[in-house]
């Protein structure tokens, strides 16, 4: 059940907005294995004259940036899955996000599982609750 905010340089764009989301909730359910129906994505909008690379804005550079924070629990994933995800996304966004800078970041944060959940319960709440059910 994870997390995703992602802030895309440029104007406000409803279209890009679903094609995003829609983009990254699917490959988190391809690459890290974690179930679409709990998945949530966020995406905001920075102008990209307020965006700065290297010190200079990316309206001057002409160029487009995102960056990604997702949240997962500590240990569900291997660090070829992430490290291959984070090549996934960045391809997706290249063909998303025209003239993409390569100085877009990706932040895969692994929490842990008794200080991460929904809907009012832990991840590890429900993690033992499985195992109960299934002994």
Known sequence: MPILNV???GAPDDA???TVAATLSDLTAR???KDPKV???AVSFVPAEHWFVGGEALSAKRRTSFSLDILVVDGTNTKDEKAAYLEAVFAAM???LPDLDEESYILV???KADAY???GRTQESRYVE???RAA
């Open 31 to 33: 690459i890290l294995r």
């Open 109 to 111: 944060r692994e929490v």
């Open 94 to 96: 290249s063909g998303l």
């Open 16 to 18: 890009l907005a679903a």
């Open 7 to 9: 802030k895309l340089s």
């Open 117 to 119: 959940g929904y809907g």
């Open 130 to 132: 499985r195992k109960l």
């Open 39 to 41: 998945t949530a994505v």
